[in-house]
């Protein structure tokens, strides 16, 4: 293998999941005798072999992959790119068109045999070891990736159209990859999956097995925090809420993606669930773990939503008050059950002015969150150093997605550290503490 082909870059668009598989990836070209660099800065000289791992979710995550593939497309035709590959969601999803396209990218990957690239390189199979990782996060954080696939076939969605069906990993594999980390000085876990609800069904007889595989997480020494991604709310684990409320490094935390309260919406979304039950759900959540903080995505303008659907659904979240919420317009993927069975005819600036709307209201209840936490002691984890204050989050906070700590430099503290701060000022999206040690400290 000629020396020039040692550099190989590796570049992540999309999600979490994605980010995982790239870290695989990292590993195993480490382990076959490549230097692999992730995410190279912008302007920098690219190296010989570039990797592109792709997003296929929504038009503008695939606008973003497409131009990337272009860019670097570019850099090979004017001979600062020597191969060209790309990978993931996009090219699993449109492998039999892109090639044609974009002539200039080597060869295309999915989702599954992303390590082939690996085997053209190298002329052999590659080395590695289950689940090995090179971490790409701070040293002190991971995601943990539990399946892959999703058998909702909700009317807007293409994921199944990408990865497939439902496949659980089993629950022994996870905690030995959770061992391994903290071996590493992992100490906070973002469990992620396109769907956690149906976690273990697929492989353990029905079983909804996601509270078990995070109770006997949640036992492994050196795991401080664990996190949920990405719960479905039809035929939800609610099992998981006693552990939550029962294990001290289990976050009061749920990631649960809601898209809308409407009945009539609900039901053309094909989403499993009415808005009763939907409250139902929530109510049972808070009764059970009091301090929990719920994240959801909301969608706006899917068809069917008329002026009285959106109220309802600003109703929704004035009545909930969402302490983490995302929202976006409808766009449609082809080949899904809306782009099939509905006409996508509200349009674009009703479907934006709805967005504004709903994110100033929840830009209302954010604050009023946030202003609750002042004047508490909150235990939280030193992210990063900035010029005037350590960056931190909460065990309410979950990496890059949701609100930051910015606490005030009247100690000396270490990124990876967990501290208790006081909340001294609140803003929407941020709070502002000092060490709770130094709170005599003028």
């Not at 594999?173 to 609800?197: C, P, T």
């Not at 492989?203 to 078990?212: C, Q, S, T, V």
């Not at 490094?249 to 808005?275: E, F, G, T």
């Not at 929704?316 to 995302?326: I, L, T, Y």
Request: one cysteine or more; hydrophobic letters at 40%; proline letters at 5%.
């Amino acid at each position: 293998m000629a020396s020039s082909l040692n550099k190989i870059d590796v570049v992540t668009l999309g999600c979490s999941k994605n980010l995982v598989d790239s870290e695989r990836l990292l590993s195993m070209l480490r382990r076959n005798g490549f230097t692999p660099r992730h995410d190279p800065p912008e302007g920098s000289r690219p190296a010989p072999v570039v990797v592109i791992n792709t997003c296929g979710f929504i038009g503008d995550a695939k606008e973003e992959s497409v131009n990337t593939i272009l860019e670097y497309a570019q850099a090979k035709t004017e001979g600062r790119v020597r191969e060209l590959y790309v990978m993931g969601c996009l090219s699993e999803r449109y492998r039999n068109d892109l090639p044609s396209e974009i002539p200039e990218v080597d060869a295309w990957y999915g989702k599954f045999d992303w390590s082939d690239v690996i085997s053209r390189l190298h002329g052999k199979h590659p080395a590695s070891t289950p689940y090995d990782r090179l971490i790409t996060t701070p040293s002190h954080h991971a995601y943990v990736k539990i399946a892959e696939g999703c058998n909702r076939f909700c009317a807007f969605c293409a994921i199944p159209l990408i990865t497939g069906r439902y496949k659980s990993r089993p629950i022994e594999e996870i905690l030995s990859e959770v061992s391994a980390l903290v071996d590493r000085g992992v100490k906070e876990f973002n469990v992620i999956a396109q769907d956690l609800s149906s976690y273990g069904m697929d492989i353990y007889g029905g079983r909804m097995a996601l509270p078990e595989l995070i109770d006997r997480m949640a036992d492994i020494p050196g795991v401080e925090w664990i996190r949920l991604h990405y719960a479905y709310p039809a035929q939800f684990p609610m099992e998981i809420a006693d552990v939550m409320a029962r294990r001290h490094n289990v976050c009061s935390y749920l990631d649960i993606a809601l898209q809308h309260c409407s009945d009539k919406v609900l039901a053309n979304m094909r989403r499993h669930i009415d808005a009763d039950a939907t409250r139902e759900l929530l109510a049972e959540l808070r009764r059970r773990v009091p301090d929990i903080h719920i994240r959801t995505t909301l969608m706006v303008g899917f068809p069917g939503e008329g002026e009285q659907e959106f109220e309802e659904l600003l109703q929704f979240v004035r009545e909930q008050k969402f302490e983490r919420m995302g929202a976006f317009a409808y766009c449609e993927e082809e080949d899904t059950y809306a782009a099939k069975h509905f006409s996508d005819s509200i349009p674009q600036e009703v479907k934006e002015e709805r967005l504004a709307r709903l994110m100033a209201l929840q830009e209302e209840i954010a604050m009023e969150s946030n202003a609750s936490k002042v004047g508490r002691t909150l235990k939280v984890i030193i992210d990063r150093e900035e010029d005037d204050y350590y960056i931190a989050r909460t065990e309410w906070d979950s990496p890059e997605v949701d609100p930051e700590v910015l606490v005030k430099k009247t100690l000396q503290l270490v990124p990876g550290d967990f501290v208790d701060v006081i909340v001294t000022e609140a803003l929407p999206f941020e709070l502002i503490a000092i060490p709770a040690d130094a709170s005599h400290i003028d």
